[in-house]
């Protein structure tokens, strides 16, 4: 089941390019310059977010999708996202479970398996911590959770 669901293509919406998982996934069209999200920010934030990135590709390929207010990461589906602000990051992972830690300001439960976890960021080296959680989120981009 595993398999079926992560060979198979993804479908791109005619209008905007995205990719998904999902054949005519509801979405907004419509695209960002990364650099936008930069624009009148620190360059401490801009260390957060390349770190961040750094640490999500050590897993593998990930694309990243510059949207009007949040920097998705997206195997075949969005697991993390990164919302850039003046001198902090805000973000969360998408887990297959709940995880009660000191690292997360708030999980929502959308469902059985799946649990948004939050964060912030506020220096580059509060990334690291966040590799184990990071390495689950990006099983769920890759649906590996829905088998």
């Not at 439960?109 to 990071?134: G, M």
Request: with cysteine; aromatic share 10%; net charge positive.
């Amino acid at each position: 089941m595993i398999a079926a669901r992560v060979d198979r293509p993804l479908w791109r919406c005619e209008n905007c390019g995205r990719l998904f998982a999902n054949p005519n996934q509801s979405h907004a069209c419509g695209a960002t310059a990364l650099a936008a999200h930069f624009e009148g920010r620190s360059a401490k934030v801009r260390a957060i977010y390349e770190a961040f990135r750094a640490m999500l590709e050590s897993f593998g390929p990930v694309i990243v999708l510059p949207e009007k207010t949040r920097i998705a990461f997206q195997v075949r589906m969005s697991f993390a996202q990164l919302t850039i602000r003046r001198d902090w990051v805000l973000g969360h992972f998408v887990l297959a479970r709940r995880v009660e830690s000191p690292l997360f300001g708030k999980i929502e439960t959308i469902s059985r398996r799946n649990h948004v976890h939050h964060f912030r960021l506020d220096a580059v080296e509060e990334v690291e911590p966040l590799r184990e959680f990071a390495r689950e989120a990006y099983a769920v981009g890759r649906q590996e959770h829905l088998g």
